[in-house]
């Protein structure tokens, strides 16, 4: 260590404690700290300190300034400065730069932050590696390197040390041991390390009998000829198939009872993708990001479409993010259907003993080994709107990076959210910090809600999280409100329900960083159902909305959800009930009898269906925009009779629209009532049924249709900012799971910018029910942090 004359006398040099927090661990941070101060000839060390990293420097004050701006502009990939602490330090400095062991963070009473990062797809360095044939890690399927690989896939207890991870069953080699301690090497401290002499071994099981050796070559073939092969992926066991073979892609469909579904696909590389689909450069970034999402891309030709996403625009696409998965792409050249390893209504497959024993008579190989998945991750999902990231499925590569929360929270009690019913979630916040677990699944099968009891109990033991309060949805009677009501009663913890859509609201106030005791806004949620505070189903609502409350300013003219749940399963019934509410039956023959979709409705016992509306008997009243998409695309004859996934409806709505360029706009109605204004739709569906009358192009008129909500929104939310002397500051947010759709998305917020509004979106937090749990944790902070009671006093 070369110690140059101007550094030599210690009291020319200023002594810093500088404490780093966010996500600073497992991704590289101490070395590179190190590699810059030597370089700069700087004295001290660096430790992780419980989930923050913690340096101790001496320089001389502008060097100490130089340091920290070249730290700060070449960040390690993947990490992530939350806040930095600065204070001075007393004492000697050490006469060179050291990387010292983890310690324990001082004051422990604290409750603990989430240093836990999300999986990483594997770097470039590492793939080069992958490919030369004389490096000792050539085709190891394990590779990883401190800037990538698996992390919370593989972790069974805080903090991220090899001890505490599936790893700990293979000791290092010598040559891996030796890379371990440079702290030059770029598998210095890297936990998940390992090489073919030391790192698990890979398997591939045909017929019962386990191969040991070829298993690359011999799971490529079968895939190639058509065969269906299970891989045990990063964080959870995965299907796949050749993306050209329409038998096998017709088997796989079979196999996981999912008619119409769309798949996603693996390739190797951006260019793989190029005969397929388009993608931008934003879109190719995400692509290859670390976290490595299923994106959504723009088909190019229905090449592919028609048997992976049958009726639908875009194909999802991911990057091979792990070097199995580079190796068995190589030798396959092209795209590969991959889906989780499930079957309906089941959690997808992460433990292999489970594994084997279901997957052998599924499929016709399994690809497994013997390094355990800890937690399971399927892939996450996104799409680019406005060249913002969305998350539709927020998984592998997000799971579970914390999401600092804005100003004001800094207090907040330690909280748990129980989430929703469908897509349920759970979160965790505490100290200035919430962490989002991945999506669950829809608690309706024994085996989810299974599934749910065990990721709570994972999820808050793998956090060290003990909360004082406890949140859940208002809904009584779905499972996660269950489960919260039993712990609350259990252990004495105050409980307090949010509603659903406020929960929406809040998540997508605090993903944009409102402030706490920020002014109210307007809320457009919009989705599929969720109980109203007057009993209602709710899901089309205009909100005035703060963290601690809301009040509905206006809503979409409610309308009978005819049969009750199986309306969510039938368009036509969702069809039926909007005609009914709008225009007479007996008017609708006269007019429009010649329309096929009037015929169809006619052959259903119209009499007693219209009786069960009046009476509302089994047919509840409700302002869910899911119903109404179903009912516009039943009008198309999209999914008449039967949805067979949910969303499917909506989906390929969106799907037709986006194939027209139609400026026209179904006109529909903003009126005044005795509980707020409404959107109401009269006269956008005898518009609609003209069109149909004339012979309209079906995209045109979901095109009319998606142009006709948006510019809605925007009128409704003029109207009401005319009116509503509580909302001062020009804003909307929007949320629910209706904003998943793309056009839809874009559109509102055109429309709404253009009447000079500020609009909030999602982008990391779900729209969906998924990000619930997120939003019910920060109402409910929010509340305890201003002593609010909780009433909604303002809420019709
Ligand atoms: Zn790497
Ligand atoms: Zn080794």
């Not at 009476?615 to 039943?634: E, I, K, M, Q, Y």
Request: aromatic share 6%.
């Amino acid at each position: 260590m070369n110690s140059p004359a101007a550094l030599s006398k210690t009291q020319a040099l200023a002594g810093e404690c500088i404490r780093l927090s966010g996500l600073v661990q497992g991704v590289g941070m101490r070395p590179s700290i190190y590699r810059l101060a030597t370089e700069l000839q700087l004295r001290g060390d660096v430790a992780n300190c419980g989930a923050d990293v913690l340096i101790q420097i001496w320089a001389p004050a502008p060097v100490l300034e130089l340091f920290l701006e070249t730290l700060f502009s070449h960040l390690p990939p993947g990490s992530r400065i939350d806040q930095c602490e600065r204070q001075a330090l007393v004492g000697h400095p050490p006469n060179k730069f050291l990387i010292q062991d983890s310690r324990p963070r001082s004051n422990s009473g604290e409750v603990h932050r989430s240093g836990i990062i999300p999986d990483r797809a594997i770097c470039e360095q590492c793939i080069a590696e992958l490919f030369q044939s004389d490096n000792r890690r050539y085709h190891h399927p394990f590779s990883n390197c401190t800037s990538c690989g698996p992390r919370f896939s593989i972790l069974k207890a805080q903090t991220w040390e090899r001890s505490n991870t599936s790893m700990q069953s293979f000791p290092l080699c010598s040559d891996c041991q030796l890379e371990f301690n440079s702290p030059l090497d770029r598998r210095f401290q890297a936990h998940a390390t390992a090489c073919p002499k030391c790192g698990p071994t890979l398997r591939y099981r045909q017929n019962t009998v386990d191969h040991q050796s070829d298993v690359i070559a011999l799971a490529a073939a079968d895939i190639l000829a058509g065969k269906i092969v299970a891989i045990q992926g990063q964080g959870c066991f995965q299907l796949a198939c050749h993306a050209r073979n329409e038998a096998a892609i017709a088997r796989l469909r079979k196999l996981k009872q999912r008619a119409q579904k769309p798949f996603a696909l693996m390739v190797e590389s951006p260019t793989d993708i190029d005969p397929y689909a388009y993608y931008s450069a934003a879109e190719q970034q995400l692509l290859e990001s670390p976290a490595a999402p299923i994106v959504l891309l723009k088909t190019k030709m229905d090449l592919l479409a028609s048997e992976i996403a049958p009726g639908l625009q875009d194909l999802g696409f991911m990057l091979a993010n792990t070097a199995l998965h580079h190796l068995i792409l190589t030798v396959i050249k092209g795209p590969i259907v991959l889906t989780s390893a499930n079957t309906s209504a089941q959690p997808p497959l992460y433990k292999l003993d489970q594994a084997l024993q279901v997957l052998d008579s599924l499929c016709d190989g399994i690809v497994f080994h013997d390094r355990a998945i800890t937690h399971r991750l399927d892939d996450s999902v996104a799409q680019l709107v406005n060249d913002v990231p969305r998350l539709l499925r927020r998984a592998r590569g997000y799971v579970p990076a914390a999401t600092a929360l804005p100003p004001g929270f800094e207090q907040c009690p330690p909280t748990l959210a129980f989430g929703g019913h469908y897509k349920s979630s759970l979160c965790l916040l505490s100290d200035r910090h919430a962490v989002l677990s991945a999506w669950i699944g829809d608690l309706n099968s024994p085996a989810q809600c299974e599934d749910y009891q065990q990721q709570l109990i994972d999820f808050s033991a793998m956090n060290h999280f003990k909360p004082e309060l406890l949140t859940c949805d208002q809904h009584p009677d779905y499972f996660s409100s269950t489960q919260a009501a039993e712990l609350a009663s259990e252990t004495g913890m105050k409980l307090e329900p949010v509603w659903h859509h406020h929960a929406h609201a809040a998540a997508c106030l605090a993903e944009n960083g409102r402030a706490l005791q920020s002014q109210p806004v307007l809320a457009v949620v919009f989705d599929g159902n969720g109980l109203g505070p007057d009993g209602t189903i709710w899901g089309g609502e205009f909100l005035l909305v703060d963290y601690q409350r809301f009040q509905r300013l206006g809503h979409i003219t409610q309308f009978p959800l005819l049969g009750g749940e199986s309306a969510a399963q039938q368009p036509w019934r969702s069809l039926l009930a909007q005609l009914h509410t709008s225009l007479s039956w007996s008017s609708l023959v006269d007019e429009f009898s010649d329309l096929a979709i009037i015929k169809l409705l006619a052959a259903k016992p119209i009499r007693t269906l219209e009786g069960m509306m009046t009476s509302h008997t089994n047919s509840p009243l409700c302002s869910s925009v899911g119903r109404l998409f179903d009912a516009v695309a039943a009008a198309l004859e999209i999914c008449f009779e039967k949805l067979s996934y949910e969303g499917e409806a909506a989906m390929k709505l969106q799907a037709l629209a986006q194939q027209s360029i139609d400026q026209g706009s179904y006109p529909i109605a903003v009126v005044d009532s005795i509980d707020g204004s409404q959107l109401a739709f009269s006269t956008m569906w005898q518009a609609l049924l003209n069109d149909l009358l004339k012979g309209a192009a079906h995209t045109d008129i979901a095109r009319r249709f998606h142009n006709g909500l948006a510019n809605a929104i925007s009128a409704m939310a003029a109207q009401l900012f005319q009116q509503t002397t509580d909302w001062q500051e020009p804003t909307v947010a929007l949320s629910g799971g209706v904003f998943q759709n793309a056009l839809l998305l874009k559109l509102t917020i055109k429309s709404l910018e253009a009447r000079g509004f500020t609009v909030l979106s999602h982008s990391l937090i779900p729209a969906n029910d998924s990000g619930l749990a997120f939003g019910q944790a920060v109402v409910t902070a929010a509340r305890s942090l201003t002593a609010n009671t909780g009433m909604n006093d303002l809420c019709a």
